[in-house]
């Protein structure tokens, strides 16, 4: 292992570096981990794995968790499995420093080796895992791994909430074009006719929206220009569409050294660019993007995202009328193999059959997410969380084999009926891009 090549890993969305063995097959956001590392395919291969959650209200209280806690809870829950050989000590990871964990899980077969440190409020883990057998001859590549690990601000929205803006103008030939773009709800605008303006002063970014009819020019069929420029450490993005002799100019500014963090949001604003003869008006809902699976769903505008969410692969959505209610989820999980939809659909039975009291399904149906099939249940019970009866709509599908998608909503039964009105449309609305 002492003469075994490394490869570097940047993850600019989740703000860390390292390295790891050249010769491994790199995954990203399989199970639970951010990055994982494998020295083949075999599902029982070696690995190194990256994850980082937030311990933002895990101990129920204001204080913070504290690494001797986590240590703590963490060895109550492999004591639950029956691990055997356990070991913990303090080691570094980069420049800071961390605490592990060690122990043999005798069901799987397998040990494990969790080195950690906790940094605002979020827990940064490296984990190695091997058969028995080969437990040793790795550890000197996660100690590479742990030794090379940096980790910085992140850049780049893992996920965001827009809202669109529509308007019109006429060509000199009394032609009516309508356009309509997106943009993040949260950032400030200033608007003067047909020049609008954002900002998002946190991140140093800015959109300009131009739209002008230009009577110098003659009238020309649909055309359309991407280029950039860079000017005193910034990196300008822009976007020209001409029709006729109306000319709409987009222009996003962020960081020089930040722009392959932010382009794929600028790529979104021109891939959502609507311009043409076709009425369109401002929609009742916001669309909700997620960067890391790239996907987008319509969501009503009184929804936000739960700040308790931790888990990057499922986020909880909170309605304005409900402040502590987690009324709608989307969950994508790599569940480690493929699996037919009817096996996830009882998995998740399963799950709804122990945290919904008294569980009864009420319908079953064939449905879709995207150009994927999918079921749609219906279910209604108690919740426990609230104490109320409540009723509950799960659509799940299999995506590309071994990813498990699914949207849930739940509502308490005497308003399911008047607030399902304002939420029907959520389900047919997701759309996966590239």
Known sequence: MNDIQYSKYVSNQY???????????????????????????????????????????????????????????????????????????????????????????????????QCFFIKNNNVFIISYTSPNGEFTKNLPALGHCCETFKNFEAKGFKYTQMEAFTSSIKSTSATTYYYQY???????????????????????????????????????????????????????????????????????????????????????????????????????????????????????????????????????????????YPIFNITLEDLGAPIKLEQYKDLLLSFYENSVENARIISQDPARIDNYRALRINMDGRDPEIDKNCKVIIQCAVVQRTKGLLLNLRLPTNIFDNFYKKYFYIFPSLVFYN
Not at 26 to 31: N, P, R, T
Not at 54 to 68: A, H, I, R, V
Not at 267 to 281: H, N, P, V, Y
């Open 182 to 324: 997106w943009v993040p709800k949260t950032w400030k605008s200033k608007k003067e006719s047909k020049h609008q303006e954002y900002t998002d002063s946190s991140n140093n970014l800015s959109l300009v929206v131009d739209v002008e009819q230009n009577t110098n020019t003659t009238s020309q069929p649909k055309e359309t220009k991407k280029s950039s420029t860079i000017n005193n450490n910034k990196h300008y993005f822009h976007y020209h569409v001409t029709i006729e002799d109306i000319h709409l100019l987009l222009v996003f500014t962020c960081l020089e050294n930040e722009s392959n963090s932010w382009e794929p949001l600028f790529d979104r604003f021109i891939a959502d660019l609507k311009i043409g003869t076709s009425f369109l008006e401002t929609p009742v809902y916001n669309r909700f993007y997620n960067f890391i699976f790239k996907f987008y769903v319509h969501i009503p505008k009184s929804f936000a995202m739960d700040p308790r969410s931790s888990n990057f692969t499922s986020l909880i959505f909170l309605d304005q009328d409900f402040p502590m």
């Open 15 to 113: 703000g860390f570096e390292l390295e790891y063995p050249a010769n491994w097959i790199v995954k990203e956001h399989s199970a639970m981990f951010l990055a994982s590392f494998m020295e083949s395919n075999d599902k029982n291969s070696p690995s190194l794995n990256v994850t980082i959650q937030n311990l933002e209200g895990s101990t129920g209280s204001d204080q913070s968790m504290t690494p001797k806690q986590l240590l703590e809870i963490s060895i109550q829950q492999i004591q639950q499995i029956n691990a055997t050989h356990i070991e913990t000590g303090s080691c570094k990871i980069g420049t800071n420093n961390a605490d592990f964990l060690s122990y043999y899980a005798p069901e799987q077969k397998v040990r494990n080796k």
